[in-house]
Antibody
Framework: EVQLVESGGGLVQPGGSLRLSCATSGFTFSAYWMNWVRQTPGKGLEWVANIKHDGTEKYYLDSVKGRFTISRDNTENSVYLQMNSLRADDTAVYYC????????????????WGQGTLVTVSS | DIQMTQSPSTLSASIGDRVTITCRASQSISNWLAWYQQKPGKAPNLLIYKASTLESGVPSRFSGSGFGTEFTLTISSLQPGDFATYYCQQYSDYPRTFGQGTKVETK
């Protein structure tokens, strides 16, 4: 059974940093792109970033470029999101999502999601 | 960015009703479209990919169609567990974008 478990969310002041982690099991982690997707009541679902199975390609939403960094550890079956210079509009539930395509050069849709971790940016 | 627009935003229906949700893309996305169901407090759950392919384990009352810029999700006979919010999502280009959601509620 595929499992994705996020951690690391919490309350942080504007300008602060947080590192989200997503521990996975039940699939060959090193063969899949991985994603972070966030959700707010106001903006709905918003894709944030993804990383290729071997870590050689990373893509970001424009509004987080230069502030967020996605990374992965294929020995730990985990993906991370380092979030710096946090702003109030980064407040959201952050989901880790597994891509559907095995060993693909181009990512597809999200076939498994974690339960999410809440990030609140407020003074 | 490719904008995804769903309609309606809210849909009131009864058990047994046929329900149709529309998703329009601001430019052609071929058939690179997925549909997700989300219940309160839970993560989204994949229903359909490549516009019309049913994900394994999803009931056959769910179906998808469309190509290019216009897509539909149909529930042939609404069941109690289908009251939820539905989202379309394109994976043709970056950034990946979602529709704003359609909430299916009890009439």
């Amino acid at each position: 059974e595929v499992q994705l478990v996020e951690s690391g969310g919490g309350l942080v002041q504007p300008g602060g940093s947080l590192r989200l982690s997503c521990a996975t099991s039940g699939f060959t982690f090193s063969a899949y792109w991985m994603n972070w997707v966030r959700q707010t009541p106001g903006k709905g679902l918003e894709w944030v970033a993804n990383i290729k199975h071997d870590g050689t390609e990373k893509y970001y939403l424009d509004s987080v470029k230069g502030r967020f960094t996605i990374s992965r550890d294929n020995t730990e079956n985990s993906v991370y999101l380092q979030m710096n210079s946090l702003r109030a509009d980064d407040t959201a539930v952050y989901y880790c999502a597994k891509d559907s395509a095995w060993n693909s050069a181009w990512p597809h849709y999200f076939d498994n999601w974690g339960q999410g971790t809440l990030v609140t940016v407020s003074s | 960015d490719i904008q995804m627009t769903q309609s309606p935003s809210t849909l009131s229906a009864s058990i047994g009703d046929r329900v149709t949700i529309t998703c329009r893309a601001s430019q052609s996305i071929s058939n690179w479209l997925a549909w997700y169901q989300q219940k309160p407090g839970k993560a989204p759950n994949l229903l359909i990919y490549k516009a019309s392919t049913l994900e394994s384990g999803v009931p056959s009352r769910f179906s998808g169609s469309g190509f290019g810029t216009e897509f539909t999700l149909t529930i042939s006979s609404l069941q109690p567990g289908d009251f939820a919010t539905y989202y379309c999502q394109q994976y043709s280009d970056y950034p990946r974008t979602f529709g704003q959601g359609t909430k299916v509620e009890t009439k």
